[in-house]
């Protein structure tokens, strides 16, 4: 069981949007903007395409945004390419100078 | 561009210890940011192992304290993995990463992984 919760699997079809939810706790998520989302493709290291909850490194496309309220963070996907097919994690910092995932989502393209 | 590399032995003895080594290259490991451990079972999702500042703080996931050591090599600007008593849960694609200071990774290594066998 993951520290954060994400779910398991989302899909949509090109061109929609979907969003991607994160819920924490008042220790981690609640507490601090310090929410990062990853993808990974199959085989392939974790890319970083969103830090602070909403910021995006250079590189980034602009189709992908983060936000946050409460306890839960969330990752939106606008514009679905085939190639956003992966899977996403949250990770967010948790008090004590520790840092917690999620369990993962897996999204697909249909 | 910064570069991380992962090396150690692809396979460890039940009870034995893991060890693994990160190799930096295209900025000081001494300098700037905090570099880190993260792990994956295989099938499964990330599991922070652990951080440092070098010369100012090492922090490390509690579910692994007792068993974790993190060390830096500025000579050659690289650091260290450590992880004893190793079980069959501990086998993982093991990854290195740079933290930007914020606890986000933001450049990885490709990753190395690691079976426990008994």
């Known amino acids: 069981q993951s520290d954060l919760t994400q779910p398991a699997s989302v899909s949509g079809s090109p061109g929609q949007s979907i969003t991607i939810s994160c819920t924490g706790t008042?220790?981690?998520?609640?507490?601090?903007?310090?929410v990062s989302w990853y993808q990974q493709h199959p085989g392939k290291a974790p890319k970083l395409i969103i830090h602070?909850?909403?910021s995006r490194p250079s590189g980034v496309s602009n189709r992908f945004s983060g936000s946050k309220s409460g306890n839960t963070a969330s990752l939106t996907i606008s514009g679905l390419q085939a190639e956003d097919e992966a899977a996403y994690y949250c990770?967010?910092?948790?008090?004590?100078?520790?840092?917690?995932f999620g369990g993962g989502t897996k999204l697909t393209v249909l | 561009q910064v570069q991380l590399q992962e090396s150690g032995p692809g396979q460890v003895k039940s009870s034995e210890t893991l060890s693994l080594t990160c190799a930096v290259s295209?900025?000081?490991?001494?300098?700037?940011?905090?570099w880190g451990w993260i792990r994956q079972p295989p099938g499964k999702g990330l599991e922070w192992i652990g951080s440092f500042y070098p010369g100012v703080n090492t922090n490390y996931n509690p579910s692994l304290k007792s068993r974790i050591t993190m060390s830096i090599d500025t000579s050659n600007n690289q650091f260290s993995l450590k992880l004893t008593s190793v079980t069959a849960a501990d086998t993982a694609i093991y990854y290195c990463?740079?933290?930007?200071?914020?606890?986000?990774?933001?450049?990885w290594g490709q990753g190395t992984m690691v079976t426990v066998s008994s």
């Open positions: 295209g900025q000081s490991i001494s300098s700037d940011n905090h």
């Open positions: 008042s220790s981690d998520i609640g507490s601090y903007n310090r």
């Open positions: 990770s967010s910092y948790r008090s004590y100078s520790t840092v917690v």
């Open positions: 602070d909850v909403s």
């Open positions: 990463a740079r933290d930007n200071n914020r606890a986000a990774s933001d450049i």
